[in-house]
């Protein structure tokens, strides 16, 4: 374990090791449940995320940078929806930027924007999208992922699947081919790299130590260590302002600090000087399983999607904007957020159970 001191404290002060720790869930919106089933898990959730952070203002959550999760929530609990916009404009909830966590290789470059534009929207009427392209489980990542995260203001990514082994630090300049750069945090262990740190919590200290071990390598000395606590459709525990409390006072080896992802880019993103970088596609299977079998997995799913985004890509707009005098903007948005909802990396991936497969087929009909 690292040990800093600081220059400006006495001599032979050591500071404790800071730990950033962003609770958060993954939310696979369908995968090996069909939508429905998982949407009565998310409710349980979101209803104890809201609570715990309403009673400590110190509480922080991270809902997976995906908008569809808060809308599914909602749906049920229209009544939370200002206490959803009052925790946003708090800091302690952090929403968006996407609608939903695309394959950025089984959709078309249109849909991926008409993603992050969707997701934006949403997120800008309860209180604002965090400005972090989070990308946390896609099964690699386009070339052009970059290019539209600045187009749209973005100056961060967060990746984790792809990164080739040519990258050995925990943060990197991503440029797409027309030159558009991101300073990209390389999540080395998965977006659940601290998932079990807190399930014995008097063994932290042995189990931060072990996580300081893993990310080591991908670390200069004396920097703080980005604890992701969640994993898939996980919640956090009930008492975890309380576990938090108890270990700070009983150790000043770790300074444990939660926060958003938002908040952790937000204090060391500045630090771009001397980055390694990288150009183009990260689809690299170095440290983690791109899983490319998806790509031919359930080819009736990819086909359908590609003839309804040809639809509205290439006739539906264009014909209406040459030969039409009223702009049937809700027709051709309803269109748009069905093949949205169906470009989900469980979704149109195919590696979902058989009903989640015919309830993407349903949705994306072109009948």
Known sequence: MHARTDPTEPAGTVLSRVVHLVPHTHWDREWYEPFQRFRMRLVDLLDHVLEQAEADPAYRFTMDGQMAAIEDYLEIRPDATQRVRALVEAGQLAIGPWQILSDEFLVSGETLVRNLERGLATAARLGGAMRVGYLPDEFGHAAQMPQILRRAGFEHAVVWRGVPSAVAYHAFLWSAPDGSTVRAEYLAQGYQNAALLLELPERLTERVRQLDERMRPYLAEGEGLLAMYGEDHSRPRSDLMEVLTAINAAQDRYRIRTTTLAGYIGEVGGQVDGLPSWCGELRSSARANVLMGV??????????????????????????????????????????????DSSGHDSITGCGADPVAQQVAARIACG
Do not use: D, T
């Open 295 to 340: 790509l031919s997995a359930r080819i009736e799913l990819k086909a359908a999607l590609g003839r309804a985004e040809r639809l509205l890509e290439r006739y539906a707009e264009p014909f209406h904007a040459l030969h039409c005098r009223q702009w049937p903007a809700r027709f051709l948005e309803l269109g748009w957020n069905k093949v949205i």
